[in-house]
């Protein structure tokens, strides 16, 4: 048996210290923590939208919860002083394209100098010994090719969200290189870069299922902006699932797992977003469209290999993606019927995912 097959007999025994648990994915990854035991600790802002999934599945009741900015480093060195975690799942972040235009400072700002204050809290915090850095396939210097990127290509960043990651994962491979964990001079440290995220329980601005949603429920037009773009979409819990993967890692096996991953899905078959709403409409219902020329320049064309993972880590997206778009309008649409299951049914698509991997 290896730390991948036991990912989750792992975690159950850590104290995971998570920031920006309030948002999509980091409530999904809450949920799933506390569901196999995991001392769990978060420290976010409150969530940015209304509804929100953090308050439909009434989380912070259910986890201590400290509210404040990554960019504030004493509150966030105190906070996690106080619970002395052994792992930190850091995805806090200003995570817009568009909003990074209209915000630059703002999103190199929680980005690149959120990301080193958490390394820098990690590494004075002696209880910790390992930190898993969330970044995204925007990091790399995108050619609009054809084929997928991997772990060693060049990494870059036209736009400021693109080039705000990018900066962080030079923070981070500093902090990997200046501190490293086989001298105990800091925690180990990764660094996962996934793909495009969708599921159910996100209402996050300028987001392609979001933005469906609020067509959907609110009776108005959508408006397209990149109907072409292609993206590697997968599932929040797939992502998640290689996250608890590689933090176990960072315990079980450091000289294995301290280094960047992609997590993206395996499928040669690429999606447009046309293709995703036309699924996301006939597995829920169909929006009026509005095609308009995009303002802002974002790249069109973006793929992940993910062989290394799949190799060494024997992680790969467990649905496939006219699974992860049905299961993605099968939340909204079980949502809509009855908001006060939220609990119940995120729930459920976590055991049926949990239902798919050998454990």
Same mark, same amino acid.
């Not at 002083?81 to 850091?90: K, M, N, V």
């Given at each position: ?49 209304s ?7 009434? #989380? ?20 996690i002083?106080?619970?002395q ?6 995805? $806090? ?10 915000e630059?400072?703002? %999103? ?8 080193a204050?958490?390394?820098e $809290? ?45 900066s962080?994962?030079?923070?981070i491979?500093?902090?990997?290189s ?10 180990a ?27 959907v429920?609110q ?6 902006? !990149? ?5 590697p979409?997968?599932?929040?819990l ?17 000289? #294995?797992?301290?280094?960047a991953?992609?997590?993206?899905p395996?499928?040669?078959?690429? !999606? ?7 699924r996301?409409?006939?597995h ?5 469209l509005?095609?308009?020329? $995009? ?8 793929? #992940? ?12 997206? %467990? ?26 049914? %995120?729930?459920?698509?976590?055991? $049926? ?7």
């Amino acid at each position: 048996m290896t730390f991948y097959t036991t990912f989750e007999k792992t975690l159950a025994a850590k104290r995971v210290f998570i920031t920006g648990h309030t948002g999509f994915t980091g409530s999904w990854a809450s949920l799933w923590l506390q569901s196999i035991g995991s001392q769990i600790s978060g420290f976010s802002l409150p969530p940015e939208t209304s509804p929100s999934l953090f308050d439909e599945l009434k #989380l912070a009741e259910a986890i201590p919860t400290t509210f404040g900015d990554i960019c504030d480093f004493e509150t966030l060195k105190d906070a996690i002083a106080s619970f002395q975690p052994d792992l930190i799942l850091h995805l $806090a972040a200003q995570p817009l394209v568009r909003r990074s235009y209209k915000e630059p400072l703002r %999103t190199f700002l929680v980005n690149a100098q959120g990301t080193a204050h958490v390394l820098e $809290a990690a590494r004075q915090v002696k209880s910790v010994k390992g930190v898993l850095c969330i970044t995204t396939d925007k990091v790399y210097k995108n050619n609009e090719w054809p084929w997928s990127y991997r772990e060693n290509d060049p990494l870059g960043g036209k736009d400021p969200y693109s080039a705000s990651k990018a900066s962080a994962e030079m923070v981070i491979q500093s902090y990997m290189s200046s501190y490293p964990w086989q001298e105990d001079q800091g925690p180990a440290i990764a660094i996962a870069r996934g793909g495009n995220i969708i599921g159910g329980g996100d209402w996050s601005e300028d987001r392609l299922i979001p933005d469906f949603v609020r067509s959907v429920t609110q009776n108005h037009p959508m408006t397209l902006r !990149y109907p072409d773009a292609t993206r590697p979409w997968q599932h929040v819990l797939s992502l998640v699932h290689g996250y608890f993967m590689i933090l176990a890692g960072l315990i079980e096996d450091p000289a #294995l797992v301290s280094r960047a991953w992609n997590l993206g899905p395996e499928e040669l078959k690429q !999606y447009s977003v046309r293709d995703v709403l036309e699924r996301m409409a006939q597995h829920w219902k169909r929006p009026d469209l509005n095609y308009m020329d $995009a303002p802002l320049p974002e790249a069109c064309a973006l793929a #992940l290999d993910s062989s290394l993972a799949r190799n060494k880590l024997n992680w790969q997206a %467990t649905w496939n993606t006219e699974q992860v778009i049905e299961k993605t309008a099968s939340w909204y649409r079980d949502y809509y019927k009855t908001p006060n299951k939220a609990l119940k049914i %995120t729930v459920n698509q976590i055991n $049926a995912f949990r239902e798919g991997l050998v454990l």
